[in-house]
């Protein structure tokens, strides 16, 4: 459920790196919510290639259904009554839910939400008496009113509104006959370039600055450019911040060539064990021969040694991208963002 923020700029003819412009992150997604309830209503929504959301689109789910986004970009379905997930397609892009059985043990029984939402990502609630329907839900950060994309219910993904500032939230979550509420922490991140400007084959460091907390947070940076700006330890790295009024985490770079350039910076979310677990045994039936041992080895080192999330994350990554898109490598993505 990742949006985070692009940041972006330009290496100018002249070879000096420029201050970039800050930009949200969006590509063509499907979002579901993270886990539905089999045999209810849900709803899901399609973000387009502008960030925004996208009418009059089509989404397969499998069995012979086959729904289209209304005005608002989102579309109201069943969840099959059997089976342990769903599969959207749409737009060339795939998603993934899990399902959980209808009975009443498997609704939550207390609200639950991520401690640190980013006020440019999308971010999950699961709490009992939700309704599929999404225009039923209602959110608020602050008393500020949250977007609910996608609902089931036992579970939604909203975004924040503009209004929303860093810092202490109070969340309320309401539906027909029910309201919740819940405590959680709002935060940006800003960046400052290297100074002085670097000019190809110089190196520098990004400072990737968090507002809204002190404490020291995971961050997931993801180089988009490494043609015009290198990242000296990786182009995909895990930084933790240092916390404290500044709260800063540093990239060391080094600018290559003259270019437009971007990269993506988001908190890392608390990981859900149970949830890559089950999409890990899910995706076994479809490996490869060769992957589907390796697998399940995964699925059983998630389930009884869960703390080395890093080198796990790295294994399904890496199985992922040697698969050929299709259902097996989105289990697998769904996987790795559950970590």
């Not at 009059?56 to 259904?65: A, D, R």
């Not at 890559?276 to 992957?291: C, Q």
């Not at 041992?293 to 389930?303: D, H, K, N, T």
């Amino acid at each position: 459920m990742v949006a985070g923020l692009l940041l972006g700029g330009w290496l100018a003819q002249a070879g000096a790196l420029r201050a970039p412009s800050l930009l949200t992150t969006e590509t063509v997604a499907i979002v579901l919510p993270p886990k539905l309830m089999a045999g209810h209503p849900a709803t899901l929504a399609v973000v387009g290639v502008n960030g925004k959301l996208a009418p009059g689109v089509n989404v397969e789910l499998g069995h012979g259904q086959t729904v289209t986004t209304d005005r608002t970009g989102r579309a109201v379905f069943q969840a099959p009554a059997a089976g342990e997930y769903l599969l959207a397609h749409g737009l060339g892009v795939e998603a993934a839910a899990l399902i959980d059985p209808a009975i009443g043990q498997s609704e939550p029984s207390t609200v639950a939400l991520p401690p640190i939402i980013s006020l440019h990502d999308r971010f999950w609630i699961c709490a009992a008496g939700l309704r599929g329907d999404a225009e039923e839900d209602d959110v608020k950060l602050n008393g500020q009113p949250a977007l609910v994309l996608a609902s089931s219910p036992i579970c939604l993904v909203a975004l924040p509104g503009s209004s929303a500032q860093p810092g202490p939230a109070a969340v309320s979550v309401e539906a027909p006959g029910v309201q919740w509420s819940a405590g959680t922490t709002l935060v940006s991140l800003e960046f400052v370039p290297p100074n002085p400007p670097l000019n190809p084959g110089q190196q520098g460091e990004l400072v990737i600055r968090t507002r809204g907390s002190s404490e020291k947070l995971p961050v997931i940076v993801q180089n988009r450019t490494p043609g015009v700006l290198r990242f000296v330890r990786g182009d995909s790295q895990e930084l933790v911040t240092g916390g404290g009024a500044e709260n800063v985490a540093t990239v060391e770079v080094q600018a290559v060539s003259s270019g437009d350039f971007s990269f993506s910076a988001r908190v890392e979310a608390a990981p859900d064990f149970a949830a890559a677990e089950r999409y890990l045994r899910a995706a076994v039936p479809l490996a490869p021969k060769d992957s589907g041992r390796r697998l399940a080895e995964l699925a059983r080192r998630l389930a009884q040694h869960p703390r080395d999330i890093s080198t796990l994350r790295a294994n399904i990554r890496r199985l992922a991208e040697s698969t050929m898109p299709g259902d097996f490598q989105t289990l697998l993505d769904a996987a790795e963002a559950a970590l």
